[in-house]
C-alpha cells in the first residue's frame, strides 16, 4: 500500500514537473525590441526569431514587436512584467539599462531577477587616440596625463559612453574629464580623430573601419582576447576591473519563468545560433553573433554589474 502511494506521489509530481515543458510554447512568442526598428538591436531580433522557432519543439511564431522609449527601459519592463510563462521575450542592452538603478533611478525591473535566456553578441571597448597621437601606449596616456586633463567625449550623464569613460578614468588612474554633448559613437570617433579630445572609449566593432584606415589608434581593448593587432588586452595590462567590459545584448524574460520552460529557450537560441544560414546571414549583415546560454549569459551580466558598482560614485558625478 505505501509502496503505491509513493508511486501515486512521484507521478503526480513529476507531471507537474513536466507541465510547463511538455506543453511549450503552446502560442506565438512575442520579442519585444526596446528600440525603433532599424538599429542593431532590431537586426539581432529580426535575424534570430525565424531560426528559434526552427529549434523550439512546437510550431510556433516568434514575433518580434518594437516597443522603443526610455533609452531601452520601457520595453524590458514590458518584459519584465509579463506573465512568466516564457511567451514573451525582450531583449536587454547592458549596461544601458544596468546604470539607471545603480545610480537610484526609479525603474520598474530588477535585472537580478529576470530569467536569463541568452546572450546573443557583445561588444568589446577599446581605448583609443587619434592616429596622428604621439600617445602610443596607455602608459603614455597616464604620463600625458601629469600635464592636462585627458578630455573624453560622451553623450550625457547617465549614458553608456559616459559610464565607460568615467569607469576606465578610474581603473587605469589618469586625470580625466568627461565632456557631455556628443550625439553618439560616431560623433565621438570623429572628435577624436579631428584632436578635439585626446583620447575616447569607444566599441571595438564599429570602430574597426578607423583603425584600418590609420585614423584611430587602440592602445587597449577590454576583450578577454585581443583582437587587434599589436594591441593589450585589458587583462595582460593587469587592468581585471575592465577585462570583458563590452555592451551585452541579452536576451530575458519575467522572473519566475520555470526552469523547464528557459531550458527549451535556451537551446533553441543556442542552436539557432550555431545555424550555419544564419552565421552566414549574420555575417552578410555584419552582425556577428556572440553566443551564450542562459547560466552563462547571467554570470557575464553579475560580473559587469559589481564593476557598475564598485565605481557608482565616479558614475554619479
Not at 507531471?15 to 538599429?39: E, H, L, Q, R, V
Request: charged share 20%; with cysteine.
Amino acid at each position: 500500500m505505501k509502496t503505491r502511494m509513493f508511486l501515486a506521489a512521484a507521478a503526480v509530481t513529476l507531471c507537474a514537473t513536466a507541465g510547463p515543458a511538455s506543453a511549450f510554447p503552446d502560442k506565438n512568442i512575442t520579442f519585444i525590441i526596446p528600440f525603433s526598428p532599424g538599429g542593431g538591436f532590431d537586426v539581432y531580433v529580426r535575424l534570430v526569431s525565424p531560426y528559434v522557432e526552427k529549434y523550439l519543439p512546437k510550431k510556433v511564431s516568434v514575433v518580434p514587436k518594437n516597443m522603443p522609449g526610455a533609452g531601452g527601459r520601457k520595453g524590458l519592463t514590458a518584459g519584465y512584467r509579463a506573465k512568466p510563462d516564457g511567451h514573451t521575450l525582450t531583449i536587454a542592452n547592458v549596461p544601458g539599462v544596468a546604470i539607471p538603478p545603480i545610480l537610484g533611478q526609479d525603474v520598474s525591473y530588477d535585472l537580478g531577477k529576470m530569467s536569463w535566456i541568452a546572450r546573443l553578441s557583445v561588444d568589446h571597448y577599446l581605448l583609443g587616440v587619434a592616429g596622428k597621437s604621439k600617445v602610443d601606449s596607455v602608459d603614455a596616456l597616464k604620463t600625458l596625463s601629469s600635464s592636462q586633463v585627458i578630455k573624453m567625449p560622451s553623450t550625457g550623464a547617465g549614458s553608456t559612453a559616459h559610464a565607460m569613460s568615467k569607469i576606465f578614468i578610474g581603473v587605469v588612474g589618469f586625470k580625466g574629464e568627461v565632456v557631455s554633448g556628443y550625439q553618439g559613437t560616431k560623433e565621438m570617433t570623429i572628435a577624436v580623430i579631428r584632436g578635439d579630445v585626446p583620447a575616447s572609449t569607444l566599441p571595438v566593432n564599429s570602430t574597426r573601419k578607423y583603425i584600418q584606415s590609420g585614423d584611430i589608434k587602440p592602445l587597449m581593448t577590454t576583450e578577454e582576447t585581443s583582437s587587434l593587432p599589436g594591441v593589450k588586452s585589458a587583462k595582460e595590462l593587469g587592468l581585471d576591473d575592465l577585462d570583458g567590459l563590452a555592451i551585452q545584448r541579452l536576451v530575458g524574460a519575467a522572473p519566475g519563468v520555470p526552469h523547464a520552460v528557459r531550458q527549451i529557450l535556451s537551446d533553441a537560441f543556442t542552436k539557432a545560433m550555431a545555424d550555419p544560414k544564419l552565421v552566414a546571414a549574420a555575417n552578410k549583415a555584419k552582425r556577428p553573433f556572440a553566443p551564450l546560454g542562459g547560466a552563462e549569459a547571467k554570470r557575464v551580466l553579475d560580473k559587469q554589474l559589481a564593476v557598475y558598482l564598485k565605481f557608482k560614485d565616479d558614475l554619479a558625478k
